[in-house]
Every structure is written in structure tokens, then in C-alpha cells.
């Protein structure tokens, strides 16, 4: 079973910058990748980033050159740094654990509660 608790949210002007961070705790068999999801206000949740064994990491067109995803193994904690923030990057911020099947992530852990980033113009 696995737990996951992010953190790092907040109220930002748009231009500033945020790092989200996700503790995970306990493991999963199978999986040997973690991504980020975010869900703006009245719309479904999205895939913004993943990073995969070897730090192989991709990223939604829209946060491309602007948002980060790590890890450090040793702390069991997986991090989005948001650069250049906009309106739109506002909504509740996910962690997963997961694996790819091919080009594709599926999270195989649970949902956290997420951490809210709201941006203002």
C-alpha cells in the first residue's frame, strides 16, 4: 500500500515559481515511474508531467520548458518545480505512482490530496 502527500501549494502572481513536493511512503510492485496530474477548477484532471527509470522524464505541451519533475530515491520524494506560472496553471496538484506500458503512464497507486496552486494574472 502506498501513501502519498503533497505539499508546497500555494497563492502566486503569474511569472513566479513554485516546487510541489510529493512524500511517498510504502510500495508497489510493478512500478518504476511517478507523474504529476492537475485538475482545474471544472475540468478533468490532466497528465502534466512524468519521470521514468534512467530519469527519463516528458511533459504536457502546455508545461513544456517551464515545469521540472525529479526525484530524490533517498527521501522517497518526487518534486514539480513550476516556472513562469500562469492563470491557467491554477487547480489541485497530484502525485502518482506508476509504470509506463509503452509510450503510455498508468498510476497504479491511489490519489493523495493534493496541494492547491492558484495563480493570479
Known amino acids: 500500500q502506498v501513501q502519498l502527500m503533497e505539499s508546497g501549494g500555494g497563492l502566486v502572481q503569474a511569472g513566479e515559481s513554485l516546487t510541489l513536493s510529493c512524500e511517498v511512503s510504502?510500495?508497489?510492485?510493478?512500478?518504476?515511474?511517478a507523474g504529476w496530474y492537475r485538475q482545474p477548477p471544472g475540468k478533468q484532471r490532466e497528465l502534466v508531467a512524468t519521470?521514468?527509470?534512467?530519469?527519463?522524464?516528458d511533459y504536457a505541451d502546455s508545461v513544456k520548458g517551464r515545469f521540472s519533475i525529479s526525484e530524490d530515491a533517498f527521501k522517497n520524494t518526487v518534486y514539480l518545480k513550476m516556472n513562469s506560472l500562469k492563470p491557467g496553471d491554477t487547480g489541485v496538484y497530484y502525485c502518482?505512482?506508476?509504470?509506463?506500458?509503452?509510450?503510455?503512464?498508468?498510476?497504479?497507486?491511489?490519489w493523495g490530496q493534493g496541494t492547491q496552486v492558484t495563480v493570479s494574472s
Open positions: 502518482t505512482i506508476g509504470t509506463f506500458v509503452g509510450t503510455t503512464y498508468y498510476p497504479m497507486s491511489g
Open positions: 519521470i521514468a527509470a534512467g530519469d527519463r522524464t
Open positions: 510504502g510500495t508497489i510492485s510493478y512500478t518504476n515511474a
